[in-house]
C-alpha cells in the first residue's frame, strides 16, 4: 500500500504527462503524496495537475523538461531542492531523434542503462529514512522499462 507516511511528502514522477505516469499521478495524490511532475509538454502536464487537485488536496509543481538534457538535474534542483522527496518514479522515454541517440551514445550503452543512469542520479533527492522503500519501488518500474 503506497502511503504518505512511508513514501511522502513529496514524489517526483517523471514522464507524468502520459498513461502510466498519469496513474502514478492519480494514486500518489489520492494517497496523500504531494507531486512534482516532470515531462516535455507543459500542456498535458498542467491537465494532470489539474486533475489531481480536483480530487485530491496536495501540492502539485510542474516541470516542463526534457530528460535527455544535459542540466536536467540542476533543472529538477529548482522545483525540488526546499522539499523533502520520498520517492522519484521513472516513467519517461525519448524519441528515437538525434538528441536521444547522441544522449544513448554518451551516458549509456542501451536504453536499458539509461533509466538505471536516471535514477542512480535522482536517488539524490530522496530522503534517507524513505530510501529504502523509494529504492523499492523505483527498481520495480525500472525493471519495466524498454
Known amino acids: ?25 492519480h494514486q500518489l495524490g489520492r494517497a496523500g503524496i504531494n507531486l512534482i511532475l516532470v515531462a516535455r509538454q507543459k500542456n498535458l502536464l498542467e491537465e494532470v ?7 485530491s488536496p ?5 516541470l516542463p523538461l526534457d530528460l535527455t538534457r544535459t542540466d536536467v538535474l540542476d533543472r529538477v534542483r529548482e522545483v525540488a531542492d ?5 520517492l522519484v518514479v521513472l516513467n519517461a ?18 536504453p536499458v542503462l539509461v533509466p538505471a543512469h536516471l535514477a542512480e542520479a535522482f536517488r539524490m533527492f530522496c530522503s534517507m529514512p524513505r530510501r529504502q522503500a523509494a529504492e523499492t519501488m523505483t527498481n520495480l518500474l525500472l525493471g519495466f522499462q524498454k
Open 82 to 86: 526546499e522539499v523533502e522527496i520520498g
Open 93 to 110: 522515454a525519448a524519441e528515437p531523434d538525434d538528441v536521444a541517440r547522441e544522449y544513448l551514445d554518451n551516458i549509456a550503452n542501451g
Open 58 to 62: 496536495v501540492q502539485v509543481r510542474v
Open 1 to 25: 500500500m503506497i502511503d504518505a507516511k512511508s513514501y511522502g511528502p513529496w514524489a517526483i514522477i517523471a514522464g507524468a504527462s502520459e498513461g502510466i505516469g498519469v496513474s502514478f499521478a
Open 49 to 55: 495537475a489539474r486533475e489531481v487537485w480536483g480530487e
